[in-house]
C-alpha cells in the first residue's frame, strides 16, 4: 500500500514568515537567483495567516506526479510522516523551474527527473530520516513552482544537507533558476492543523 | 514544437452559471452522480464572477500531465484554439475520478489513461474539428477533479457527440464516479478575456 501521504486529498497549506510559528528561522539563504526576506518565525498552516507577515508562500499537498508502483512500494516501506516530536530541525526549499522544463512532455520530465537524475531514488535513501513533503505552488500563479518541506533530528542535520547536495548536481537541476533554502528549528510548541 | 496551450503559465478560469455570459445554456444532463442546476446562461471568465450565480466551477490550465513527446507533437499538427468564430456550439464536462483512480502511481495511470483507454489518441483524432482545453480543479478542493471545455462548430456536433460517447467506453472511464454534460449555444458576442 502506498504511503497515507499519497492518497489523502489535496490541501492548500501556506508558509508565512513573520513573527508568528512554532518554527524559529534560523538561515534564509538564496542558493541560486533572488533570496527571500529574512524573518524571526515561520508560520506553516492550512489556516489563516498573519496579514501583516513579512511574506507567505501557498502551495498544495496532491497525487504523485512521477512515482511509479516500485517507487511508491519503496517509499511506503519507510513512512516518515511530519511532526515526529524528534524532528525538530525543519527546511523549506522554494524552487521555480524554467520555461524549458514546463514545455517538455511528461515521459521527458520523468526520465529527467527519476532515470537521470534519480531523483525519487536518492530521497528515498534518507527515510525515514528526514521526512519530506512537496507542496505545489505553479498552478496558483506562485513565484515559485514547488515548496518542499524536510523534517528531521538535530542528529540528521548532515543527512538532510548531504541530500539536496547530491540533488543540486543531477541533471534536472540545470532546470531550476530559482531556488531558496530556509533552515528552521521548532522551539515552541503549539497546536497544529496538520 | 508542442503547441501553445501546453507551454503557456497556468491561469485561473471560472465557469459561472446563472444570467451572464457569452453561452447559452441548452441542457445540463447527469452522465453519472448527481447533476448541476440549471441556468440560463454560462460565463467563462478568469475575471470576477457574479455573486448571485447558481453555481461557479473553478479549474487551472496547466503543463500536460501524461502527454509524451511524440503525443505532443501529434497534437501540435493540428492546432485548434478555442475562439474560432466558426465555434458557435461548446460543452463543459466536470468529471470527479474516484479515490481508487488517485490512489494508483502515475505508470499505473499513464497506462489506464494511454495505453488501455487510447484517451489522447481518440482526442486528438476529432483536431481540429473539437478543440479542447482541460481545465485542473481537484487541486482546489472543487467538487470535481476536472472540467473540460469542448468547442466546435454546428456541423461537427455528431463529432463531438462520437468523441464522448467513445471515451465513456474506455477502462479509465470505469474511476469516473460523477460526470455532468452541459452543452452550449454561443448566441452573445462580447469581449472575451481569454
Known sequence: MPSPAYVSLPQLFSFSAGVRGEWSIVSVNAVTGDSLAAA??????????????????????????????????????????????????????????SAAWWVLAQDTRREILASASQHIAIGSEYLPAIARQLHHSRDLGEPF???????????????????????????EWRYVEREVEIRLVRDRRQATDR
Open 145 to 171: 513552482d514547488f515548496l518542499t518541506w524536510f523534517e528531521f533530528a538535530p542528529e540528521h542535520e548532515q543527512l538532510f544537507e548531504q541530500l539536496v547536495t547530491r540533488l543540486r548536481t543531477t541533471p
Open 40 to 97: 524571526p518565525r515561520l508560520e506553516f498552516t492550512s489556516g489563516e495567516v498573519d496579514p501583516g507577515a513579512n511574506w507567505t508562500l501557498r502551495g498544495f499537498t496532491s497525487n504523485a506526479r512521477y512515482t511509479t508502483r516500485s517507487e511508491l512500494a519503496t517509499l511506503g516501506a519507510k513512512p516518515a510522516p511530519l511532526g515526529r516530536a524528534s524532528a525538530t530541525r525543519a527546511a523549506l526549499i522554494p524552487i521555480a523551474k
